[in-house]
């Protein structure tokens, strides 16, 4: 489907090792003592493990794993997440700061949007999304700007607020690391929320 | 930006391959639980290329996820009648929402035709409209953030 014309754009020649390593950075190490899974399910241990009620399972995809593979696929090197950190904060993207705008009008234009965020500077990017079976607006919006200022007062006077009768809300699309806290095996907490800073992040 | 639903559990991923005459060519991305969104794409065709990003998302952008997932009411669904993954590819969805957990598998789906001859039309007619919104959705963070074009 999609990738029948996958198109080049970056180049990683380093895959092998990337897969080698993924095991030790990114595994959780607490499997679940749970009846067995697929291999995907490590991708979600760190917070499954927690949770006491079992889950209600659904799908082939508990009974077959011909994809053993499947948790290196995504593997990446810390090089390509930009700046993963430990705060919370907004961040920035290649050439601006994105944010995200949702509860959109269904027959929302891109100019209405245009409009009212065009008012906190130049939209650099716009994205609106439309529903792949009606059409329609999806319902939220992907706007860039090029300076943090624009893009935070467009969030602080829009959130809320409402266009096309309609009440959005609007906030940062990015973060500079995880809003869970970095050593949270139990329980989850938002990071704003947490009484002490966690370890950095480790690197290798 | 704190609420109750950022507390209940969230995970997302899709897959779409097949492994052919040029490697093993897919797509892949996934939501984790810590706002982390992963993408990967790799082709060999012509020349090798794989393109691997991550970025942490805010909670605002997992909620979104969430409501264009709830709204598709794909939780209901089951893969039993859906076509087998087969040479052609495969595909997959594994979500983990509340306390469900769904991993479905299916070929890949052409275009509504197949949809409609499918011994599942209704709940695959969901899939297909689903993975179709999620890619997009996913693109347009990738491609904005990273400024590279995901297909």
């Known amino acids: 489907m999609a990738n029948a014309d996958v198109e080049a754009v970056d180049f990683e020649p380093e895959e092998d090792d990337l897969m080698d390593e993924d095991g030790a950075v990114d595994a959780e190490p607490s499997a679940s003592p749970r009846a067995p899974l697929p291999k995907l399910k490590s991708a979600i241990t760190g917070a499954s493990a927690s949770l006491s009620a079992p889950k209600k399972t659904k799908g082939r995809g508990f009974r077959e794993d011909p994809n053993a593979e499947r948790n290196t696929r995504l593997a990446v090197s810390d090089l390509d997440s930009l700046n993963a950190s430990d705060g919370l904060e907004p961040q920035r993207s290649i050439e601006g700061w994105i944010i995200l705008v949702t509860g959109i009008h269904e027959e929302a234009q891109e100019d209405d949007l245009q409009n009212v965020f065009g008012e906190f500077g130049e939209i650099k990017n716009l994205h609106l999304n439309l529903d792949r079976r009606t059409g329609f607006v999806k319902g939220y919006a992907l706007i860039e700007y090029e300076n943090f200022a624009e893009a935070q007062a467009a969030i602080s006077r829009m959130d809320g607020d409402s266009i096309l009768t309609q009440i959005v809300n609007v906030d940062w699309a990015f973060s500079n690391g995880s809003f869970l806290d970095g050593s949270k095996k139990k329980n989850p907490r938002q990071l704003r929320d947490r009484r002490s800073r966690s370890p950095p992040r480790r690197r290798f | ?151």
Request: aromatic residues 12%; glycine residues 6%.
């Open chain 2, 1 to 151: 930006m704190a609420g109750e639903e950022e507390n209940s559990e969230f995970y997302l991923r899709y897959y779409v391959g097949h492994k052919g005459k040029f490697g093993h060519e897919f797509l892949e991305f996934e939501f984790r639980p810590d706002g982390k969104l992963r993408y990967a794409n790799n082709s060999n065709y012509k020349n090798d290329t794989i393109i691997r990003k991550e970025v942490y998302v805010t909670p605002a952008v997992v909620r979104e996820c969430r409501r264009i997932i709830t709204e598709s009411e794909i939780m209901k669904e089951d893969d039993q009648n859906w076509p087998e993954p087969d040479r052609i590819g495969r595909q997959e969805l594994e979500i983990v929402m509340g306390n469900e957990h769904i991993s479905f598998t299916t070929s890949k789906i052409g275009s509504l035709v197949d949809v409609q001859g499918s011994k599942d039309p209704e709940g695959l007619r969901i899939f297909y409209y689903l993975v179709q919104d999620l890619k997009c959705f996913v693109f347009s963070l990738i491609s904005l953030h990273f400024k590279i074009k995901p297909i």
